[in-house]
């Protein structure tokens, strides 16, 4: 019983540097509100393979545990979010 608590324990705080990072939340909430926007066809198009590339690399930041990949990608998401802001 200690073990299977203890498994559980670690697999909760493996997960929560990724359940706090920024970009865990803020990829899906900017991909909403491009889909929402008004942008051209091409922008609208050009925008959402930068995102996917973004959250991508976002995620395999996570899966190396890479903060250079993370910080890549939340400039790319950055990026994309000033754009749509405009």
Do not use: F, W
């Not at 697999?11 to 540097?17: E, F, T, W, Y």
């Not at 491009?34 to 976002?58: F, I, P, R, V, W």
């Amino acid at each position: 019983m200690k073990t299977l608590l203890l498994a559980g324990a670690c697999v909760v705080l493996g997960a929560m540097p990724a359940l706090a990072c920024r970009g865990t939340a803020e990829y899906p909430e900017t991909a909403a509100q491009l889909a929402k926007s008004d942008l051209s066809a091409a922008q609208m198009e050009e925008y959402q393979n930068k995102l996917g590339e973004g959250e991508a690399l976002h995620r395999r930041g996570h899966e190396l545990d890479d903060s250079a990949l993370r910080q890549e990608s939340l400039k790319i998401l950055d990026d994309i979010k000033a754009k749509i802001a405009m």
